[in-house]
């Protein structure tokens, strides 16, 4: 079975500070990969997707960046944070040939930026 | 302008009655529809998706699409506590590898025993 695993679960950072969330997905060789940010209780707004290792699309400019070492992993970063960055940060994956495919989410990433 | 928008914006009833959501697209590129649903604190799960004229059913879980007027609905029978959540009406683009879900603002759903 597929697991989608996000880390860390929370975080509260000082405008200004880095920061880095990761996603890993297990029992799934190539898959799309896809961040997504929620304001709360808010829609779901795409940032970045990924259908390759080394290969990410941003879809919106929000100061952010992110990148895909391994198959199986998704980093979301930034070198500076800024308030409007507070949100649930959500990792999803989904098989390839695009639109047509279902997507997983992961549990999700809370930020808190102060 | 948002291009699905969902209503109404939140919804209560009571244990074992219908909930009604609503979805409409103002984009004729979307073809087709997905419900998602999110508990909170939870990441989004989907419920399920509707790609041709009228309805179908899944357990206690009903959809409904009229392509003409791009219009879909979602119906939950028998509402339970555990049915408590968000509920996103979304939709795909039309083609390309990214999965590019368009999703309303939400439409939550407060199931009262």
């Known amino acids: 079975a597929q697991t989608i695993h996000q880390w860390p679960v929370a975080e509260i950072k000082a405008v200004g500070s880095p920061l880095s969330l990761g996603c890993t997905i297990k029992?799934?060789?190539?898959?799309?990969l896809y961040w997504y940010w929620q304001a709360t209780g808010g829609t779901l707004q795409q940032l970045f997707y990924?259908?390759?290792?080394?290969?990410v699309e941003s879809v919106v400019q929000l100061n952010l960046s992110a990148s895909r070492p391994k198959d199986d992993q998704f980093i979301l970063s930034t070198e500076k944070l800024l308030l409007s960055h507070s949100g649930f940060y959500l990792c999803?994956?989904?098989?390839?040939?695009?639109?047509?495919?279902?997507?997983?989410f992961g549990e999700g990433s809370k930020l808190t930026v102060l | 302008q948002q291009k699905v928008q969902q209503s109404p914006e939140s919804l209560s009833v009571p244990e074992g009655g219908m909930a009604s959501l609503n979805c409409t697209s103002s984009?004729?590129?979307?073809?087709y529809f997905w419900w998602y649903r999110q508990h909170s604190g939870e990441g989004p799960k989907a419920l399920m998706?509707?790609?041709?004229?009228g309805d179908k059913k899944e357990g206690r879980f009903t959809a409904h699409l009229n392509k003409a007027s791009l219009h879909v609905s979602l119906h939950i029978r028998d509402s339970q506590p555990s049915d408590s959540a968000l509920y996103f009406c979304?939709?795909?683009?039309?083609?390309?590898?990214?999965?590019?879900?368009?999703f309303g603002k939400g439409t939550k759903l407060s199931v009262k025993s």
């Open positions: 979304a939709a795909p683009n039309s083609g390309g590898s990214n999965a590019k879900l368009t």
């Open positions: 999803a994956w989904s098989l390839g040939q695009g639109a047509t495919g279902q997507l997983y």
């Open positions: 984009d004729r590129n979307f073809q």
């Open positions: 029992g799934k060789s190539s898959p799309n």
């Open positions: 990924s259908i390759t290792v080394g290969q």
């Open positions: 998706s509707i790609f041709s004229d």
